[in-house]
């Protein structure tokens, strides 16, 4: 008898993808030669190159199963990681055992990907070592925003000592950041997986490009594990995101909403959009002007010391004298490639990317223009 074929679906967003991932390797090493797996995805380009992906057809001997992870609605009160919540599915779904093999999701990149050179280094023309940092997010869920000012607060902190390089969707809210390099709706989901490769470190809230920084293998001759700093706050169990070797900076217990755990809860203020994360029962309780109180609490100080933690123990170094980035950041970005011109290798090839459009306002709040948008949602709250 042959191995069983399975059809993994999922349509959430990337960041579950990659702790889906995690579960197909764990399904293999649990149970080697027993199964070919094929994979219905969104970010389908994070199964790209991965080892244990066999092309299957749905049809006679092949089972399809729709993937959840219902070990969510137990965070709070079990001592599990995210990376659990596939494979408990898994084990119960196929009747076989199926645990963690490594503390991280399981993307890779081929070998002519990692000899390509990064976005960074064709947009400023040297090969410097920088920091992602995703300073907004999606508008479904706005309670896990920071304010822009506090970002760039730790970008201008770090001033020559740091190239911070700003990612992120370009329908989402990012605002821009200033003396950064802005690659702002400029990566597909590969592209951002090979940037997270040539990352020295990553700074964002618990999101997609938090998971990336575990998932993603490190270049040769560098720490194995990526520094990352997490701006997280209270909605989420720390156990269930945080990873070992990242700074996760939460107020889990401090705040009498999230004194039991995460409060899972989706927006600090209603978009009007009709939205079921607009109602009351899922909005902040706890807000200070725009922010949820437990975000509020994490002040740039907090983040560039976490930050520091990783250059005070020696890990990783700033940018030396003769490293310092002699360019003009507003015009390198501009330059750099978007996800139509793809990077090139040295070998002259070029790496596949896609497109994407998409739309939507509310980041503004958090952009310098407070009084007037707090005044029209008080019109719209009524």
Not at 4 to 14: E, V, W
Not at 147 to 162: M, P, S
Not at 258 to 279: E, F, I, N, V, Y
Request: charged share 25%.
């Amino acid at each position: 008898m042959g191995p069983r074929k399975i059809i993994l679906k999922n349509h959430l967003s990337p960041g579950d993808i990659v702790m889906l991932t995690a579960a197909v390797r764990d399904l293999h090493a649990c149970n080697p030669g027993k199964f070919q797996t094929d994979v219905r995805t969104t970010a389908k380009e994070l199964w790209h190159h991965n080892p244990y992906i066999t092309p299957l057809k749905e049809g006679d001997g092949v089972e399809v199963l729709q993937c959840h992870y219902p070990l969510i609605h137990r965070s709070n009160q079990t001592p599990f990681h995210f990376i659990h919540g596939f494979e408990q599915f898994l084990s119960e779904k196929l009747g076989v055992p199926v645990s963690p093999t490594a503390f991280k999701g399981d993307v890779h990149l081929s070998a002519e990907e990692k000899s390509w050179r990064s976005q960074v280094h064709e947009a400023v023309g040297e090969d410097l070592p920088f920091w992602i940092v995703v300073a907004g997010g999606k508008n479904d869920f706005t309670i896990k925003w920071w304010n822009t000012e506090r970002y760039q607060a730790v970008v201008d902190h770090f001033k020559d000592k740091i190239l911070f390089v700003q990612v992120g969707e370009k329908g989402h809210n990012h605002p821009p950041l200033d003396g950064v390099l802005d690659l702002r709706g400029k990566t597909s989901i590969r592209q951002l997986v090979r940037l997270v490769y040539h990352a020295q470190g990553v700074l964002s809230p618990v999101t997609f490009l938090m998971h990336l920084a575990a998932a993603v293998e490190t270049r040769p001759g560098v720490p194995p594990n990526r520094p990352c700093v997490v701006v997280a706050g209270g909605r989420e169990p720390v156990h269930w995101e945080a990873y070992p070797h990242h700074q996760f900076l939460h107020t889990q217990g401090a705040l009498s909403c999230c004194q039991l755990g995460g409060c899972w809860r989706s927006r600090t203020l209603p978009l009007g959009d009709g939205d079921a994360k607009d109602k009351p029962r899922n909005r902040c309780l706890d807000v200070v002007e725009d922010l949820p109180r437990c975000m509020d609490m994490i002040t740039p100080d907090k983040v560039i010391a976490a930050i520091e933690t990783y250059f005070n123990g020696g890990v990783i170094s700033y940018l030396g004298k003769d490293s310092k980035p002699k360019i003009d950041l507003e015009a390198a970005s501009k330059k750099a490639p978007t996800k139509n011109a793809r990077s090139k290798g040295p070998n002259g090839r070029r790496a596949p990317s896609r497109n994407k459009m998409a739309y939507r306002f509310l980041g503004l709040r958090r952009s310098g223009i407070h009084p007037v948008l707090n005044w029209l949602i008080g019109l719209h709250r009524g």
